[in-house]
């Protein structure tokens, strides 16, 4: 694993993301790792990322896409902003015994040349950054002329499953603290298909494609509520930094509202919407 640093030009919002990571690794895996990666077969076919190809999966969590890569006989190098998410990357392939290489670097300053990918993948990761449109011009140029890159986000507005822990905070008194700190409005984008379009295009790419997808994340109740309960990404943050009255009455709450999205298998059948969208970096 190398490293790098970009902390001249990381925003508030970016440091309060890497403390919101830190240390989240694990409990990553158990937990959002399953339903993020839903799409991480469609984020590589969007990439053109398959046999042979070198891939840069930025944001890599604990691997999966770039793993999935592998794979595919990709050449993959699985990137992350938190060391732990990338060691937990590289030791996941560790286990089978065929090398993933990890590079601990943030967006938006990667440090690699100029075209230096054949496929360029970030899955639900431009929710995370402070400079959304730093990060995708970032992302464009990392990758050759004429190679595509391909990105996922969380749509709004969300769908029910996506609220469902949110709802529960807000029932119990739970509310983002104030010392969360926002995007700054000048850097944000609409959470919409036009949106990230507008953004991928802005970044350089051309032959711009976003597409909605639905699906419906099925999980056990006790593991959708670990996730937040274990601290897992802001909203974990949020819950765990409640006083513990207040946490129980979010369990109590949330148990009440999981049963409207409960089927008859006693799983959880929650529905989320998130935007694909890939473009291709303009021939030299
Ligand atoms: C929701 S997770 C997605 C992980 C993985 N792509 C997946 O689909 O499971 C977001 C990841 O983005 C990383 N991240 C946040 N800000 C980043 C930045 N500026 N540069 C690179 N990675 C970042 C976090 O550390 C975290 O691992």
Excluded at 14 to 42: K, M, N, Q, V
Excluded at 163 to 181: H, M, Q, Y
Aim: charged letters at 20%; hydrophobic letters at 45%.
């Amino acid at each position: 694993m190398t490293a790098t640093t970009a902390t001249d030009l990381a925003t508030p919002f970016d440091r309060s993301e890497r403390a919101i990571w830190r240390g989240s690794a694990d409990a990553y895996a158990r937990t959002f790792a399953h339903l993020c990666a839903h799409l991480a077969p469609d984020l590589l076919d969007a990439a053109h990322a398959g046999n042979g190809t070198r891939v840069l999966d930025v944001g890599t969590g604990t691997g999966t896409v770039a793993l999935l890569a592998r794979g595919r006989g990709a050449d993959a190098l699985a990137c992350d902003a938190d060391p732990g998410m990338v060691a937990t990357a590289v030791g996941t392939a560790g286990r089978d015994g065929a090398p993933l290489t990890g590079v601990v670097a943030a967006l938006p300053a990667l440090p690699f040349a100029d075209g230096s990918f054949d496929a360029v993948t970030a899955g639900f990761v431009l929710n995370h950054v402070g400079r959304p449109r730093a990060a995708a011009a970032e992302l464009a140029r990392v990758a050759l002329p004429g190679r595509r890159v391909a990105v996922t986000i969380w749509a709004s507005p969300p769908a029910a499953g996506q609220t469902l822990v949110g709802r529960a905070l807000a029932a119990a008194g739970i509310e983002r603290p104030t010392t969360f700190p926002s995007l700054d409005g000048a850097d944000d984008f609409p959470r919409t298909a036009d949106g990230l379009a507008a953004l991928l295009r802005d970044a350089g790419l051309v032959d711009v494609v976003v597409e909605e997808r639905r699906w419906v994340h099925r999980v056990d109740a006790d593991t959708w509520w670990a996730g937040p309960a274990s601290g897992v990404a802001t909203v974990g943050k949020v819950l765990t930094g409640a006083p513990s009255e207040a946490r129980a009455a979010a369990r109590a709450h949330f148990d009440r509202l999981a049963d409207e999205l409960r089927g008859d298998d006693g799983l959880l059948a929650l529905p989320h919407v998130a935007l694909l969208g890939h473009g291709r970096r303009p021939p030299a």
